[in-house]
């Protein structure tokens, strides 16, 4: 490598992090988050409390039951523009209602899934059209996975579909409802996570340490040593006993504070979110998640044939086992009239039948008393000759 003596003249070549930083600055940035986990877990307070405006709105939890009918996990979008000292960024948040809601969830991460790799799948199929301008990304950068707060260990459930997760996206593990647990139990709770993690082999995000930058990898290893990270939401604000006011939850015993430290780990995780890994975590879906995606289906598809779809949908299940059920309810009462109406055809056949022997013996009847008639009649003529 040859560098440029400090005493020469400057080429410019120093300018183009600037030049990048201008660029970045106009263009703006595009995040995709996706919230998995059950419901009631507060990923949407969450959501507000993080970016402290209303991204999703909430719903009415008196309605919750009516949507049990569907027994199917859902994929909603929605879609923000945030703005921060000039600086635009489009939020994009993939929620996932419906999971983990039912006594029975088997498959339920394959909706999940489904989606992740279909947007690994549509981003590779613009990137082969000739012109590219106008692509539409929505490759999920994280995904966070709320864990309810039990104080046990991870699910069945949990533990197969980070599996699932882990291997297509940058999956970030939070213990939802920290201030319901005491700080001793989120540290016991989270050993048993970490535990759990590491011998069933699940893949998450860590941030990368920058061997160059003390600052910065000291910063990452305390990040990476807080996983996973215990959070409270809170979009109110509250007063703490000194007089100030916070985001937080207000109890009997005092104030539940949400960028305190002491209290949870919000900040940590907003700062590895946005302040500073959201680039890693962008990069990360971009070189390895997607392009492990794009190499396992470059190796057993042609260029521009199509995906195979997998029938293990269990939305598709349902709906099969349904038409499945509708059809054979249909057959049996298309058998039931057909059974029907052969038993009015044999009645019918059976009747006619009997009129038509009724008639021959009628006729037949006629016809011996005809004959009787007619000898008769030559015998009185025959009689008369004499």
């Known amino acids: 490598m040859v560098a ?17 930083h201008r ?28 970016f402290t405006t209303t991204i999703k709105n909430y719903q009415d ?56 790799d279909d947007q690994h799948e549509s981003f590779m199929r613009q990137e082969q059209q000739p012109r590219r301008d106008d692509k539409i990304d929505l490759r999920v950068h994280a ?23 882990g291997t297509r996206v940058n999956l970030i593990p939070v213990i939802a409802k920290a201030d319901t647990m005491t700080p ?46 215990a959070v409270i939401g809170s979009d109110k604000d509250v007063q ?16 539940a504070e949400v960028e305190n430290e002491s209290h949870c780990d919000f900040k940590k995780l907003r700062s590895m979110l946005v302040r500073t890994h959201m680039l890693d975590l962008i990069q990360t879906t971009e070189e390895i998640h997607y392009e492990n995606y794009r190499a396992a289906q470059m190796e057993t ?35 039931a009239r057909f059974r029907a109406w052969e038993q009015r055809l044999i009645a019918e056949r059976d009747r006619l039948n009997k009129d038509l022997e009724t008639t021959h013996n009628e006729i037949k009847a006629i016809r011996d008393e005809l004959e009787s008639l007619q000898i008769g009649s030559q015998n009185g003529s025959a009689g008369r000759r004499r």
């Open 4 to 20: 440029v003596a400090d005493g020469m003249p400057q080429i410019g070549l120093a300018s183009l992090p600037n030049q990048r």
């Open 301 to 335: 598809r042609k260029f521009g044939e199509a995906k195979v779809r997998k029938a293990d949908n269990p939305k598709f299940k349902l709906e099969e086992e349904e038409l499945r059920k509708r059809f054979t309810e249909q057959v049996k009462v298309e058998e």
């Open 23 to 50: 660029i970045i600055s106009m263009k703006g940035a595009n995040l995709t988050i996706m919230l998995a986990g059950e419901s009631g877990l507060g990923k949407t307070t969450w959501l507000n409390t993080l």
């Open 61 to 116: 939890h008196r309605r919750r039951h009516l949507k049990q009918s569907d027994k199917t996990v859902e994929i909603q979008i929605t879609k923000a523009e945030l703005e921060e000292k000039l600086f635009k960024m489009n939020l994009t948040v993939v929620d996932c209602p419906g999971f983990g809601d039912y006594v029975n969830n088997r498959d339920a991460w394959a909706p999940i899934v489904e989606f992740l």
């Open 240 to 255: 703490t006993a000194d007089g100030r006011v916070v985001k937080g939850r207000q109890y009997s015993w005092g104030v």
């Open 143 to 165: 995904c966070l996975y709320f864990l309810r707060p039990t104080g046990h260990t991870l699910k069945p459930l949990d533990i197969e579909c980070m599996k699932k997760l």
């Open 184 to 229: 001793n139990e989120v540290a016991k709770f989270k050993e048993r996570i970490r535990a759990v993690v590491e011998a069933q082999d699940i893949q998450i995000f860590r941030p990368p340490v920058d061997s160059e930058d003390p600052a910065a990898a000291e910063n990452a290893r305390v990040l990476e040593a807080a996983m996973p990270y």
